[in-house]
């Protein structure tokens, strides 16, 4: 409490608010969790969804090919199917429990989003239509399986919106702009969390949001790296934020990087391409991936069609000897890129003023999600530590929660399918819990120190530019912590890392109004960014083995004796070497096995 | 190439009034405009600002005027841009600070002409509920719409007159008109027929021109028109 006599007027000039429920990010997850917890909880009770941006601009609408649940819509398919393709796909870490939960809700998930309103593409019946996508197979690894659910090449688009329309409709309260950038904890990591705080964009006040439960669904941090299919403010805010506060990130060695980057540019051209029957072709104009998997080819998992590109880049097979091959998608003709993939279609022809239907398109891997993030149990619950104490008032959902569905390698069309059906789980728990919830405790010191802090990062006259901290930082995860590492790589990366956050404590900026800062909230972005490359490269350093997204060509086998377990990361509050604490993997039904595509 | 960057500047807590800001920057033909306001604001001025995301044409923040015309920064090439470019922010909405503009109104409208499905019947198998590929292509052009602003900041009619509900708000509202789930058909066609509502459309073809997701938006004004004459909404 020392903090308030210190500073009365920062404290003074803090705007408060009083809810029951706040949710931070306006994605899927935050939406749908919203929409549950407003019906759960009655139109009298005091939900707000609080973003740094519009809604509509949650880069859950950047999501293309589409959402999967085995409706077999189409053909035969069995939630267990998906269950195991699930499994398999995040290379065994995935917890069974967790992933069980997800396949069989989904087909109910999906049949509500339908009610909502959501514009899936139709069967000539009537049915929402569905498509093919990597890793799906039948009957357990067979061969692949139409399973994916969508809306053109616009699925998350299309979710966004849908969800979106349905909060106008039951009047849910948004506060659009908003950097959220602390928790409430009063007591600390042993206590409740009681809000949030953030600054007004508009006009550079300090609000404090103070509720008896708390959601993030803040999305991934993908501006870690150079090439990243995020959006710019994909930041990690969320994430760093508890791992500040003394909470655990989970696996966060795991990024996935999606094999079909756009060249340089590194956002996504949908796996719907490959999907509806799009080939990878290396120098020699070699469908490559016939050679890493025989089965499922340019349908095999992310990680691993990510690894042949490198792979044939390596070994000067690149197109030119570069480091991209090349998508062919001519054969797909006019009317499947027009009306399944038109959007594809569209960034092909603007961005690189070529034609699909003529032309190669060159791509890279790109580093696109996050397995890892905030561990929570299937409900949402935010966990404490390894041994699975919950931290009361406290939720978390979609890319930057882990609950973990995902284990170390993230099967397309399921972060669609984790938002969905965890952001409901968690409002409708949190509705749940609020009905009982004590009285708010304010978090004083922290509103304070938030104020105090910004306030500071807005006064300094020199120092450094946070985008040079930024650009070195993205260029270092690429390239040290991406799709192949070694111990000396990570090591080297874990010591710039450091290096750049010792540098950032003295960032500058030239913006020192209030209205609109967006110098103000870049820096405050640098340092979220800083926290999440810290926890992955830390994470990373320590697992000796190669899973899913995780490649060390000097450990390069996965060794299920001693690495069938999720990291738990804690910061170290000097500084120093994280924390690092290992939690068994929950294996229910499918024994790990080698995993072959 | 070398690109020069003329910026249309406010900043009310230091200027008395919007003036034009020159930059000089290094480009490649294939970087974006919003490329080229990031080296901007990164290097030189970091008080240059505007609202971006996704960075490739699907969130919608960063609709702006450029070279006279609406667009989205980061969809707009080097290459087709010119070596002398201009950018201000979309008309018809208060500036706040340089690029940024006060989107409440634009989002006011939005939430005016009831933008959600109403259809509370669950079919009783539980399942989803049909719908023909035919009957889903009817709204499927509306549907792509991601509320950027630029069609109903490029329309003069919302120029000279604020209260007119504007392109994008039709769009939305066609979007659910066409859609045989819906239950709220009348009532939605009834606010369209309001005074400020789809009757104030000139047909100048602006919208069409702005948008950046090439949506039909004179002929979704012209069905929703139609559709009223044929209900009788108004």
């Not at chain 1, 803090?14 to 994605?27: K, N, P, Q, S």
């Not at chain 2, 994008?168 to 509502?197: C, K, S, W, Y």
């Amino acid at each position: 409490m020392s903090l308030v006599k210190t500073d009365a007027a920062a404290r003074a000039a803090v705007r408060t608010h009083d809810l029951d429920a706040v949710v931070v990010g306006a994605g899927g997850a935050g939406l749908y969790a919203a929409l549950e917890l407003k019906q759960d909880l009655g139109p009298e009770a005091r939900i707000g969804v609080i973003s740094k941006l519009y809604p509509t601009r949650s880069h859950t609408g950047a999501a293309q090919g589409g959402v999967c649940a085995a409706l077999a819509n189409v053909e035969e398919d069995h939630w267990e199917w998906h269950w195991f393709d699930t499994v398999k796909g995040g290379d065994y870490l995935v917890d069974q429990d967790a992933a069980e939960v997800m396949c069989r809700d989904a087909i109910d998930t999906i049949i509500k989003l339908e009610h909502l309103g959501l514009p899936f593409d139709r069967t000539p019946e009537g049915l929402i239509n569905q498509r093919r996508f990597g890793g799906h197979t039948r009957n357990y690894g067979e061969g692949p399986v139409r399973r994916s659910c969508y809306a053109a090449d616009r699925t998350g688009h299309a979710i966004l919106q849908t969800l979106y329309q349905q909060c106008v409709r039951a009047d849910i309260a948004f506060y659009d702009e908003y950097q959220v950038l602390d928790l409430a904890m009063p007591d600390g990591v042993d206590g409740r969390v009681s809000g949030v705080i953030a600054l007004q964009l508009a006009t550079g006040e300090i609000h404090s949001f103070r509720a008896r439960g708390v959601l993030f669904a803040t999305g991934g941090f993908g501006k870690i790296f150079k090439v990243t299919s995020n959006a710019h403010t994909l930041t990690g805010d969320g994430v760093a934020i508890p791992w500040r506060r003394g909470l655990p990130l989970e696996d966060m060695e795991f990024f996935q990087f999606h094999p079909t980057g756009m060249y340089k540019l590194g956002f996504l051209l949908s796996e719907a391409m490959r999907g509806e029957g799009g080939i990878l072709l290396n120098d020699a104009g070699e469908r490559f991936m016939e050679r890493y998997a025989p089965t499922m080819k340019d349908l095999a998992s992310r990680d691993v069609v990510s690894r042949s590109i490198y792979q044939e880049v390596a070994a000067g097979r690149g197109i030119g000897g570069g480091d991209f091959v090349h998508l062919d998608v001519r054969h797909l003709g006019a009317q499947v890129l027009n009306e399944k993939l038109p959007d594809m279609s569209g960034f092909i022809r603007t961005y690189f003023g070529i034609e699909p239907l003529t032309d190669l398109v060159p791509i890279q891997p790109t580093a696109h999600y996050a397995m890892g993030g905030i561990p929570t149990d299937i409900d949402g619950r935010v966990l404490a530590d390894e041994a699975g104490r919950v931290v009361p008032g406290f939720y978390a959902a979609g890319e930057c929660a882990c609950v973990s569905v995902h284990g170390a390698n993230r099967l397309g069309t399921n972060s669609l399918l984790d938002i969905l059906v965890f952001g409901r789980r968690a409002g409708i728990a949190m509705a749940r819990e609020l009905r009982a919830a004590p009285a708010v405790e304010p978090d004083l010191a922290a509103e304070v120190a938030v104020a105090q802090a910004v306030s500071e990062l807005r006064g300094r006259q020199d120092g450094e530019r946070a985008a040079t901290i930024r650009t070195e930082l993205q260029e270092v995860m690429f390239t040290k912590c991406g799709v192949y590492r070694t111990a000396a790589l990570l090591e080297e990366c874990r010591a710039e890392v450091r290096t750049l956050r010792e540098r950032a404590r003295r960032l500058v900026i030239d913006d020192k109004g209030c209205r609109y800062n967006t110098d103000l909230v870049e820096a405050l972005e640098l340092g979220f960014l800083l926290d999440c490359a810290e926890a992955t490269v830390e994470s990373a350093v320590a697992r000796l083995e190669s899973r899913g997204a995780h490649a060390r060509e000097d450990h390069p086998e996965r060794d299920d004796e001693n690495w069938l377990k999720h990291t738990f990361a804690f910061r170290d509050p000097d500084g120093g070497d994280a924390r690092l604490a290992y939690k068994l993997v929950t294996v229910t039904k499918f024994e790990p096995k080698p995993r072959v595509y | 190439m070398d690109v020069t960057l003329r910026i249309r500047r406010f900043n009310p807590e230091a200027d008395s009034d919007a003036h034009w800001e020159t930059y000089a920057v290094e480009a490649e033909p294939t970087d974006r405009v919003l490329d080229l306001l990031h080296q901007v604001k990164w290097y030189q001025d970091g008080t240059l600002t505007f609202r971006r995301s996704c960075a490739h044409g699907v969130c919608g923040s960063d609709a702006m005027l450029i070279n006279g015309r609406n667009r989205l920064a980061c969809e707009f090439l080097v290459k087709d841009a010119g070596t002398d470019i201009s950018v201000e922010p979309i008309k018809g909405l208060p500036v706040i600070k340089d690029l940024l503009v006060d989107m409440d109104p634009f989002w006011d409208q939005y939430r005016s002409v009831m933008p959600y499905l109403v259809n509370d019947e669950v079919p009783e198998d539980g399942r989803e509920r049909r719908q023909s590929p035919e009957d889903r292509a009817r709204y499927e052009d509306t549907s792509r719409c991601i509320l950027c602003a630029a069609c109903t900041t490029a329309c003069p009619v919302f120029w000279t007159d604020g209260a007119y509900v504007g392109p994008a708000a039709i769009v939305n509202a066609h979007r659910f008109i066409t859609d045989t789930r819906d239950h709220a058909h009348e009532e939605r066609l009834q606010i369209m027929a309001d005074p400020d509502g789809v009757w104030r459309c000139r047909t100048v073809f602006n919208c069409v021109e702005a948008c950046p997701r090439g949506i039909q938006i004179t002929r979704a004004i012209m069905e929703v028109t139609n559709e009223i004459s044929t209900v009788g909404g108004g």
